[in-house]
Nanobody, 125 residues
């Protein structure tokens, strides 16, 4: 059974940091680009960042560029999202998902599959 489990969310003050992880079981990340998405209450799910199969190519939305860093460890079947300088507008449920191609762009939710259950990130002002 394929399972994706996100972890690392929590409550943090503005300016703080969190590191999200997404671990896959019953599945190999090797041939998939991986994306992180988020969904705030009442809003559509949006792409945050993605990383290519090799890890050599990354993409960030304008809203997180310079603050978030995506990385992957294929040996551990895990992808990470380091989030620094968090803002209240970063509050959302964060999800990881995969796409069966080398690069992750375009970072559109409809193109991705195998969604995890999400992890809540709350940033207080």
């Amino acid at each position: 059974e394929v399972q994706f489990v996100e972890s690392g969310g929590g409550l943090v003050q503005a300016g703080g940091s969190l590191r999200l992880s997404c671990a896959a079981s019953g599945f190999s990340y090797d041939n998939y680009a991986i994306g992180w998405f988020r969904q705030a209450p009442g809003k559509a799910r949006e792409g945050v960042s993605c990383i290519s199969t090799s890890g050599g190519s990354t993409y960030y939305s304008d809203s997180v560029k310079g603050r978030f860093t995506i990385s992957r460890d294929n040996a551990k079947n895990t992808v990470y999202l380091q989030m620094n300088s968090l803002k209240p507008e970063d509050t959302a449920v964060y999800y990881c998902a995969v796409v069966p191609r080398r690069v992750g762009v375009p970072l559109l939710p409809v193109l991705y599959e195998h969604w995890g259950q999400g992890t809540q990130v709350t940033v207080s002002s």
